[in-house]
């Protein structure tokens, strides 16, 4: 489990702004701002679509709370590229704006732990897997100091509350600024 800890530390090629970058990394938020790291399973798939497309249209919300919200799935960073570049109505998720994280050798989702299936090493050191090796619907709310103060998880066919993961965005915010903690159902004012 990782609420409490660290986030674990990655640097990998992302899609931003219309391009793919290299050695994309959390590092650039820490001392600024909160994160909502969210992962998914793979493109061209409309729940994971329907997602990324809610975030999309919530993501002023996040950035008044001075919350950035950064994707990752397992596709590559061309795949995420081609994703963008097809229209919504197509099964596209063009116009989102957030960085869209590689993980195609799943070192970021293992170290999340949000990587789907049993998976070992043959007697010929071979990795074997029970399923396909792609990531589950994980948030982690990261806070500025890289803390993770927060873990959702689900299976791949439950898709994500925005206004949930909103709520939690308020309450790291009123425990930053207040120093107070929220109690069960606490709703910002």
């Not at 982690?140 to 939690?168: P, W, Y």
Request: proline letters at 3%; aromatic letters at 8%; hydrophobic letters at 40%.
């Amino acid at each position: 489990m990782l609420v409490g800890k660290n986030a674990p530390h990655f640097s990998s090629n992302a899609y931003i702004d219309g391009k793919i970058v290299r050695n994309f990394s959390l590092e650039a938020y820490k001392g600024k701002q909160n994160v909502l790291l969210i992962f998914y399973p793979k493109n061209f798939t409309s729940l994971c679509q329907s997602e990324l497309v809610a975030f999309q249209a919530r993501l002023s919300e996040f950035e008044a709370r001075n919350t950035a919200v950064v994707a990752c799935s397992t596709d590559t960073a061309d795949s995420h590229a081609a994703a963008a570049r097809i229209p919504r109505e197509d099964g596209g998720i063009m116009g989102v704006q957030f960085p869209i994280v590689s993980d195609a050798n799943k070192t970021i989702a293992t170290n999340y732990d949000v990587i789907s299936g049993d998976y070992d090493y043959s007697e010929d050191g071979l990795l074997t897997c029970d399923s396909e090796m792609i990531a589950l619907r994980g948030s982690f709310l990261i806070d500025k100091n890289g803390m993770v103060q927060h873990h959702l998880l689900n299976f791949f066919t439950l898709g994500r509350s925005v206004d949930e993961a909103l709520r939690m965005a308020d309450a790291l915010c009123h425990v930053q600024e207040s120093g107070q903690g929220c109690p069960a159902n606490w709703t910002k004012d």
